[in-house]
């Protein structure tokens, strides 16, 4: 399995050298762990032009399972001295190799570490790479995609299992804790985030961290929640009323935020905008009345990292591709009073196979708990 | 209480005054905190040569308890647009200023962030301001040392609590999770770091993120966990042997890393170099012939970071000061048969007070549980 992170640096390599004869510096943990396989703390990988790959960490690899497994066909450098900076080691690196350029993630690299870069290695340019790694994460392989089921999965059975215990009378914070709990007891390496439970007033944010508030009858219950597994991250977000009869405001809201969700997740096809997808959602949304009352983007990718490419806003440019993941996640919270949000992790899939395949299967169907 | 942040401010401000007319832009986000009161996500503080202070947010703040209480006597910009960097909306602001240069954390503002305040501000010059918000957070005051001892006193109940459940047959995750659930319910605003559990060949280890291996009898059971405070975060780390009678080699190793510690301990005073405490307890463990086996660090500092300066660590420059909280924290871990680690956060304190402030006060006897 170590020729797919071969595989993905040799990609990146090709990449460089159509911009001249470059070697590459990358920082960013996700990007790090995309290309050698795990990203230890404070790990740099440099790719050369003519492969000679190198991870240069500092002290051993701990071997920990949330680091991830390095590409044994890697090599590894290790720096012992607790003040070392793997990026400068790797610097001095380049500078002895057949690179005229140092591509650099000038978007993570502090100006410190650039300073130093500069100083270690004065003969060598130092270039942006931009975001070439993430743009390479974007479509994912049947492999990732087969961790983000897994997943979808773990997350589906944590919050199936909760909803069959008792709720009212709970705090936010001991219910985030159980999902929590349970999303390690069902095999997850841990929470892809921090589990957002919201009940009452407190329902239907976009991010919220669970309070003491305890559950009670005739509350609107928002639970958002994600499995990390083998490093890929996905997300299941829903809403549920507390009782037995949901009021007609609440039934009207959630009716409209699963139409606004509904109207995304069936725009996501291979060559849809970004923004067409965002405006799917928020223009329900808007018609509903609720237009303001809404979060800047309607979804975004995930993979190693929760949040990332693309996002699904109505300012983004760039359109989908078969085999991206994103989230479809619209809501409206109503100050005071709470709201409804909705959030699925789905494969862009051609129309043919389909449409999108659904990960996270857990029912949208308004549940009165 | 808003008092407290204008004075930081004013201090920076001082500072800066020294180096010429400089604003400062401020952007690590407990430095921002410490200044401020809060750090909501992506937020930015100018402090202007004038007194003319502006904390820049990228939405408005959500009032998370997490994020902090903000100084209510600071402006604040909220930025509405989901692209907008806060760090560029404050360098526009200080080319408004009387500042001749806008000094900056280099050693965490990006290259790209730095080019875009250089092309939105270019007749100020950009200089490094160095660590000197964490030079000013390394002695604290006594409403600071507050919230550390009631952090501390949280981390010790929760493992006091853990103590007296029955242990073996759990998992290190098990035993992780139900003392962060107990963190919370004992007040903390959540763990300081993720809770640190390893039992038999995994115990005492520096670092090492909870298993699935089960507590045995005749293990050695490792802990380390902390709990965070309105912000101010401690640690607590105990050894344990599981069963009834530990065996020779276990009381000698843990009778030598006790001995360590407590020299450590006892050269915390005003004036001791960072390198003195450090060698104190590392020269205890490398007569007992473990001198190989032993961190990088003896211990560091804590505060609104739970690993921030001063590092005690044989290369580190410096002397302590009253009032400087800090870790003491040396084991031992022995490859295949695990090890023995002991933690405590003390505050530096005058000899003629008493000497260093104990705040983790859980006994530090070898308990056979």
Redesign the interface.
Known sequence: MSDVYATRRGLLRDRCAAAGNTAALITRPANVRYLAGASPPSAVLLVGPDGEDVLFTV?PP?G???EGRLDEGLRVSVLA???SDAAVAAGDMAGSLRAESLA?E???????R??ALRSVAPGLRLV?LGAAVEQQRLVKDEEEIACLRIAAEIADQALGELLESILVGRTE??LA?EL??RL?DHGADGPAFPTCVGTGPNSGLS???P?DRRVEEGDFLSVCLGANYRGYRCEIGRTFVIGTSPADWQIELYDLVFAAQRAGREALLPGAAYREVDHAARSVLDSGGHGEAVA??TGHGVGLEIDEDP?L?P?AMGKLDACVPVTVEPGVHLPGRGGVRIDDTLVVRPEADGGPELLTITTKELLAL
């Open positions: 002290g701990t920990e399972a949330d001295g607790p003040g650099v000038e978007h993570h690299l502090t100006v410190a650039h300073r942006d914070r001991h804790l929590e709990r390690v991010r919220h961290r309070s800047a983007s996002q806003a300012t």
